[in-house]
């Protein structure tokens, strides 16, 4: 008892609530999340972006190989149905040979196809015309 007379009391704390560790615990979930997220789209974006890259680059040569004999074939006609010519270009990867396939398909008519030339092929070399020498 105290010198006034009343009842001693203890002096308690107010019950702590926790919450500040929950709060915390939550921001760093949806930090995560959000990362996650972030990750998964940049990823998905990077990985479309090469796609593109590589298609670009195996069709770069072959497109101008086609590009060329299109060219040749407002000359004239090639002179032997089918007509096998090779043509070197130079790409971002270096100088490529590629093998231009001219198939005739009617009158005027001409399916034109080109790839890489394979390894220990020699087509003969494409020409600058098909125009018969006058």
């Not at 089918?82 to 005027?108: A, D, H, I, M, R």
Request: aromatic fraction near 8%; hydrophobic fraction near 35%.
């Amino acid at each position: 008892m105290h010198s006034t007379g009343k009842k001693t009391r203890k002096l308690t704390r107010p019950p702590r609530r926790g919450y500040a560790l929950m709060l915390t615990m939550f921001f760093c979930l949806l930090f995560l999340v959000l990362l996650g997220v972030a990750w998964r789209g940049t990823a998905s974006a990077l990985r479309g972006q090469s796609i593109r890259d590589l298609q670009t680059r195996r069709d770069e040569g072959t497109i101008h190989a086609l590009a060329r004999a299109m060219a040749l074939l407002e000359t004239g006609s090639p002179p032997s149905d089918p007509y096998v010519c090779g043509v070197t270009l130079t790409t971002s990867q270096g100088e490529k040979s590629f093998t231009v396939t001219f198939t005739g398909e009617g009158e005027n008519l001409w399916a034109v196809q080109a790839a890489p030339t394979a390894s220990g092929e020699d087509p003969t070399p494409m020409p600058d015309t098909f125009a018969p020498d006058s």
